[in-house]
Each structure stands twice: as C-alpha cells, then as structure tokens.
Nanobody, 124 residues
Framework: VQLQASGGGSVQPGGSLRLSCTPS????????VAWFRQAPGKEREGVAV????????YYSDSVKGRFTVSRDNAKNTAYLQMNSLKTDDTAVYYC??????????????????WGQGTLVTVSS
C-alpha cells in the first residue's frame, strides 16, 4: 500500500492550497483519513480527520474554519482544502489512513499507512 500526497507549494499569507492524497492498494472509503503536519523543530500534529463510513470530520483548533477535509470516492482520493493560510501553517503535510476509534483519531501511532509528505510554505 502506498499513499501519494501532492499539492504542496509556496503561497502568500491569506492564500489557498488544496492537498490531495491518493492511495494505491486500498479503497479509501473503508478507512479513516487524517492529515498531519510537522513544522521545523516541532512535533507532528493532527489537523484534520475524515472518519470512514460517514463518521464525520474533525479539525484541530488551529485550522478550524479555514481547512476542509473531503473525499471523492469515485477517484479514491482525499483532499485537504486550506484557505486563509497563515505563516504558522508552514509545515510538511502528511496524509495517513487507519481505523482508529473516535477517541484516538489524533494519535499518529494508530494510523497504518502514511504518504511521503508534501511541503507547504506560507510566506510573504
């Protein structure tokens, strides 16, 4: 199984980017999809989760209202739409899949498969 994350780049504060996560070897609809990020010198943090089987979407306080996680089952792809980007959003973003219970959705160790990461740089 491999996850291909793409869509990162450089953008000015206030701008937008959309990240994509496309797996090979698994059907995304059967899994919870999470987006994590890691900024230089900081620990990896979860920012958005889309639970499987219509289990809802969840966001960290730092991105709530600005980021949206979604899926296109026909394309077997998950997305992270990032709007109103801030310099603090600069990080490598990773998608991950797994089957965590609700109380564990922010625990990165629960996720089985990870993408390679895509760099998002927000700078003026």
């Amino acid at each position: 199984v491999q996850l291909q994350a793409s869509g990162g780049g450089s953008v000015q504060p206030g701008g937008s980017l959309r990240l994509s996560c496309t797996p090979s070897g698994l059907t995304l609809n059967s899994y919870t999809v999470a987006w994590f990020r890691q900024a230089p010198g900081k620990e990896r943090e979860g920012v958005a989760v889309s639970r499987r089987s219509g289990g809802g979407t969840y966001y960290s306080d730092s991105v709530k209202g600005r980021f949206t996680v979604s899926r296109d089952n026909a394309k077997n792809t998950a997305y992270l739409q990032m709007n109103s980007l801030k310099t603090d959003d600069t990080a490598v973003y990773y998608c991950a899949t797994g089957t965590p219970i609700l109380s564990a959705i922010w625990n990165s160790q629960i996720y089985h498969y990870w993408g390679q990461g895509t760099l998002v740089t927000v700078s003026s």
